[in-house]
């Protein structure tokens, strides 16, 4: 696993780790995947009785790629641009405009599970990253989440997982605190 700077004009702000099976990192395959049809048809084909359970109301699956495309672009935005002013402006950081703890009482930000939605009302759109600073989050994977809890699809449980494996590399290797990635090769 490496860890790479997804933003090089807010060094440090926003990181992705990038699995050794995968050929770029956590931030830019959820968005890439987000806007492929081909995936999203998979996707929602294989998770279509999720999909049609009613969580979410009644939607066909054309509907639920549409949907998935339009505000995948606005959600990957408005992480930019938080992310960019972010770190200028006190009140339009990370932390208040994006990522929330994935555990309501989990008070503690060091190596905190967080998860950021998408950007529509009812949106199943998640990224999911660990806190390392007020302002610094560790983006660890992504989900199209279908039901309640996230534990109920298997996508979601390994997304869990992969929180889970990210903050164990990031605590055996001392990296809990946004500074610390300055001693580290990171990739731009």
């Known amino acids: 696993m490496k860890i790479v700077d997804i933003f090089a004009h807010v060094k440090n702000t926003l990181l ?6 995968n050929d770029c990192d956590e931030f830019t395959l959820a968005f ?11 996707f929602f084909e294989n ?6 359970s009613g ?10 790629i549409f949907s998935t495309i339009e505000e995948a672009t606005q959600f990957e935005e408005e992480i930019r641009k938080v992310a960019k002013i972010g770190k200028f402006k006190t009140n339009d950081s990370l932390q208040d405009l994006v990522f929330y703890p994935l555990h309501k009482n989990d008070q503690n930000y060091i190596l905190q599970e967080s998860k950021a939605y998408g950007t ?4 199943w759109l998640r990224i999911y990253a660990v806190r390392i600073s007020p302002e610094s989050f560790v983006v660890s994977g992504s989900a199209i989440k279908l039901t309640e809890a996230m534990g109920e699809q298997d996508h979601t449980a ?24 300055g001693y580290i090769d990171i990739i731009n």
Do not use: M, P
């Open 16 to 21: 992705a780790v990038q699995f050794e099976s």
């Open 32 to 42: 890439r995947n987000w806007s492929d049809t081909e995936y999203l048809e998979d």
């Open 47 to 52: 998770n279509k009785k999720d999909l049609q």
């Open 55 to 64: 969580f979410y109301g009644a939607i066909t699956i054309e509907d639920a």
């Open 120 to 123: 529509g009302n009812s949106s």
């Open 158 to 181: 390994i997304e869990l997982s992969k929180l889970k494996i990210t903050a164990s590399y990031l605590k055996e290797n001392g990296l809990l605190d946004e500074d610390d990635f």
